[in-house]
């Protein structure tokens, strides 16, 4: 089973894995100063609190360790944290799923998209990736921008499991970029 690249460079930020112990208090400014952003979209921001975050940096790292969940930290060039990206094992062992939420003095900048087309390209570098897709709810036009300006296409709506975001429409869109077929005749 392959990995994707711990450190993947974006010209002026860089997707890297997070680091459990280094990275703590980083994570939780990044965090801290994002929550009423965040708020609308991500029920996980509820149960935030130093012990939610530091379970997420461990957990970050098993999860790596296992090839089943790859976290990243969007990092400047001068190191400053501007959000975090992740993909992840879908339901069918093909397929890959993608996470993505910016500090809000990083958005309208394209960050989001272009780390989503670098960790796009890392699963489909990685052996059996048929397909990555990227969910949202359908209310959330600026999530739904990234895959559109990606090239992904709708692949199916359907009730959002629960809890619903707060701003949340209850519908999940999800939105699917199948391998290249010049990719696809590559042995995996």
Known sequence: MGRPREIIDCGDFTLRRWREQEDFAAAMALIEESLEHLRPWETWVAEHSAEHTRGFLARSGARWDEG??????????????????????????GGRRLGYWLHPGATGRGIATRAAAALTG???????????????????????????????????????????????????????????????????
Do not use: K, T
């Not at 969007?74 to 959000?83: F, P, T």
């Not at 559109?148 to 629960?162: D, H, N, T």
């Open 68 to 93: 089943e969940v790859f976290n990243y930290a969007v990092a400047a060039g001068d190191g400053r944290l501007l959000g975090m990206c992740q993909a992840y094992r879908g339901a069918d062992p």
């Open 122 to 188: 890392e699963m489909f570098a990685l052996p059996g990736v048929e397909f990555v897709e990227i969910a949202h709810d359908l209310a959330n036009s600026a999530s739904a921008a990234v895959p559109r300006r990606l090239g992904f296409a709708v692949a199916g709506r359907g009730p959002a499991a629960p809890p619903v975001p707060p701003a949340g429409s209850g519908i999940e869109v999800v939105w699917r970029l199948e391998r290249p077929a010049a990719d696809a005749a590559q042995p995996g």
